[in-house]
């Protein structure tokens, strides 16, 4: 019996397994994978082998290196192209992904120092705060603090009912959005996105601040998205 060529088949019928549940989403995106060492064990098969299965589904974008916690199955990618639109949603479609928002909480609050200065308000001024948790393809993906002002009357039912803010400006009379400027920055998570996005200390994050008016050049909305580094990419649009 050729030995080597047996050894050979059972790591690859290992790995057209594992392929196949991320393929058909039995294992979903974002899922743990076993660590080297537990599918050696539980496979029955040695630990050069259970290293080639894992080495061979990251090769193929179906699985991803996650430092300090194993493997997982490869989350969703989405290219966003930073231009005059800022629908998320819609180059998430563009890629496949399905997004979802949900409200995590709500305020009325006296606008911050700095988000006063952002959105052109008189000192004190009172805004509107949600705070929105975006997950793509069910994978926890993105946090969020959308500020409104205090004329958006409502828009906290509407994007709890919607799930979405686009949705939820256009009923308050906003016929057209538009993103007048997008700032960028990365840095490590914070105590609360970590366990919000379930992600360990070492997946950077990128930080957006965006302006979005409205066709008059009225601000309509101040948003601060945390997302995930290793999900998004940005294109800038000349």
Sequence with gaps: MNTRHLKTTEWRLVFSRIRDDILSQRLQPGASLPTIKELSRVEGISFHAARSVLKKLCERQLAESWQGRGFRVKSPNIDVTLGQTPWFSKYAKRSG???????????????????????????????LRTNLLRSANGVPMSYTQNYFPQRFEGIFDLIEQTGSVTTSLHALGVTKILRTKTTIKARPPTATERVILNIPPTNWMLITAGINTDEEGNIVEYSIGSTRADSISFTVEN
């Design 97 to 127: 992904i399905e997004t979802t928002a949900t409200l995590i909480s709500k305020a009325r609050l006296m606008a911050p120092t700095d988000i006063s200065r952002s959105m052109n308000l008189a000192a004190r001024e009172t805004v």
